[in-house]
Nanobody, 112 residues
Framework: LQLVESGGGLVQPGGSLRLSCAAS????????MNWYRQAPGKERELVAT???????NYAVAVKGRFTISRDNSKNTVYLQMNSLKPEDTAVYYC???????WGPGTQVTVSS
């Protein structure tokens, strides 16, 4: 099982980024997928979840600004991040809860 994130980078406050997580080695469409993030000196926190039925849930801090989605034909889960704030700066990780697998993460930095 492999998860690989991409799409991170440096963006100004108020800007947008779209993260991608390409999955392989398991039946992607059958399982929920999560996005987590970890800021320097802080614990890793759950950002968003999407079930196999595409039901979504969000952390309070990102609700209304972030959107999680999935494309089962591409075995990929996305995180669209809008109205980014400096406090969104973190390493963002893709996580598959059924097998407990993490991607290596992608850095998102929000700064002017």
């Amino acid at each position: 099982l492999q998860l690989v994130e991409s799409g991170g980078g440096l963006v100004q406050p108020g800007g947008s980024l779209r993260l991608s997580c390409a999955a392989s080695g398991f039946a992607f469409s059958r399982y929920s997928m999560n996005w987590y993030r970890q800021a320097p000196g802080k614990e890793r926190e759950l950002v968003a979840t999407i079930t196999r039925a595409a039901t979504t849930n969000y952390a309070v801090a990102v609700k209304g600004r972030f959107t999680i989605s999935r494309d089962n034909s591409k075995n990929t889960v996305y995180l669209q991040m809008n109205s980014l704030k400096p406090e969104d700066t973190a390493v963002y990780y893709c996580y598959e809860p059924r097998f407990g697998s993490w991607g290596p993460g992608t850095q998102v930095t929000v700064s002017s």
